[in-house]
């Protein structure tokens, strides 16, 4: 009984302590992007969104030549098509990319 009770008192303290792993599609990343003094430019926030979307572990889903740039205040929203949610709304992944430093954030998408 008192071994039974200590086994299940350390496999408990096991779980509580391994790392939890989750798989959420839309977590809040932070990329620095190596960009000069200047602001960044449309054409500069599609390149590094291309650059971000291509070095995701889910690469193949994104269509970039969907790839939309749009102006959102102090930054560019950049939309791209995924071809894993055709059918269902909805179906594009957004991020930001700051225009005066160029990091890239994720946003949700409604």
Known sequence: MKNTFLLGFLLLA???TSPQ???TAETQTTTQEPVGAAAVSETQAA?????YFRSQPD???YQLNTLQV???GPHWQVLVKRSDRVGRMPDNSAIEVDKQTGA???????
């Open 14 to 16: 096991a779980a509580c």
């Open 70 to 72: 749009m102006e959102a």
């Open 47 to 51: 390149t590094i969104a291309t650059r």
């Open 104 to 110: 890239v954030s994720t946003v949700m998408v409604k």
């Open 21 to 23: 792993q989750t798989t």
């Open 59 to 61: 690469s193949a889903v």
